[in-house]
C-alpha cells in the first residue's frame, strides 16, 4: 500500500533551535504540499510544489521557514529559528497533480518548541 | 480563502442523520472531504467535480453547487465510527491545484 512518509513523528526542541522535518511522497506523485495544523487555525496551507518547483509559499512565514524539494522523492521544511508558536502539526500530502486528484496525508510530524 | 464550514461542532446518536456545509468566497473547481481521527492524518473520502453533482458512499454522500459555491456532506443513520474531524477541501481554477481545507466540524456519535 503506497503511502507518504513523514519523519520524525515526534520533535521536541528549544526555542532558537534549527528544526528539519522531512516528507516523502507517494511515487509518481508530483504535487507535494505543507500543512500546519493547530487547534485554532485547522489546516493551514503553508506551501505547494508541482514537479519540485515551488508554487506557493504565501502561507509561510519567510522570515524563519523554508521548504524545498532536492528531488522527487523527498521534500523538506525547515525552521530556522523555531518559536514556542512553531508547536503544532506538521502534515506533508502527496497528489497526483491534476485536478480533482486525492490528497494523500503522511502521519505527520508532531512539533514541540519550549 | 479558507473555506467555512458549518457547524463546527455536532453531537448525534447513534442511527441520527447529520449534514456538514462548506462554503466558498472563490469559484470552485472541485470539493473535496475528508475525515481525521483523533492523533491521525485526514483521510480522503470523496471528490466532487461538477456542480449540482452527488456522489456517495455507502450512508455518506454529499452535493456541490458550482453556482453557490457550496458543498454539503450528508451522514445517514450515523455509526460510532463516523466520529471525527470533517474537513471539506476547495480547488479553485487556474490556480495550479492551490488546495485549501475548511475549518473543520468535529462530528461526536454516541450510542
Known amino acids: 500500500d503506497a503511502r507518504v512518509t513523514q519523519t520524525p513523528r515526534h520533535k521536541v526542541t528549544e526555542m532558537g533551535q534549527e528544526v528539519t522535518m522531512r516528507c516523502q511522497p507517494i511515487?509518481?506523485?508530483?504535487?507535494v504540499f505543507w500543512y500546519r495544523q493547530t487547534m485554532m487555525q485547522g489546516l493551514e496551507l503553508l506551501a505547494y510544489?508541482?514537479?519540485?518547483?515551488?508554487?506557493?509559499d504565501s502561507g509561510m512565514p519567510k522570515d524563519r521557514f523554508s521548504a524545498e524539494m532536492p528531488d522527487a522523492t523527498l521534500a523538506t521544511l525547515k525552521i530556522q529559528p523555531s518559536e514556542p508558536r512553531d508547536s503544532a502539526v506538521y502534515f506533508c500530502?502527496?497528489?497526483?497533480?491534476?485536478?480533482?486528484?486525492?490528497?494523500?496525508f503522511g502521519n505527520g510530524t508532531r512539533l514541540t518548541v519550549t | 480563502q479558507q473555506p467555512v464550514q458549518s457547524p463546527q461542532a455536532v453531537i448525534l446518536r447513534e442511527g441520527e442523520d447529520a449534514v456538514i456545509n462548506c462554503s466558498s468566497s472563490?469559484?470552485?473547481?472541485?470539493v473535496h472531504w475528508y475525515r481525521q481521527k483523533h492523533g491521525e492524518a485526514p483521510v480522503f473520502l470523496m471528490i466532487?467535480?461538477?456542480?449540482?453533482e452527488q456522489k456517495g458512499h455507502e450512508k455518506i454522500s454529499a452535493s456541490f453547487n458550482e453556482k453557490k459555491q457550496q458543498s454539503s456532506l450528508y451522514l445517514t443513520a450515523s455509526q460510532l465510527s463516523y466520529s471525527g474531524t470533517y474537513f471539506c477541501?476547495?480547488?479553485?481554477?487556474?490556480?495550479?491545484?492551490?488546495?485549501?481545507f475548511g475549518t473543520g466540524t468535529s462530528l461526536t456519535v454516541i450510542p
Open positions: 500530502a502527496s497528489a497526483l497533480g491534476v485536478s480533482g486528484s486525492p490528497l494523500h
Open positions: 511515487l509518481g506523485h508530483n504535487t
Open positions: 510544489f508541482r514537479n519540485r518547483a515551488p508554487l506557493d
Open positions: 472563490k469559484a470552485l473547481y472541485s
Open positions: 466532487l467535480l461538477k456542480g449540482g
Open positions: 477541501g476547495t480547488e479553485s481554477p487556474n490556480t495550479g491545484n492551490q488546495f485549501y
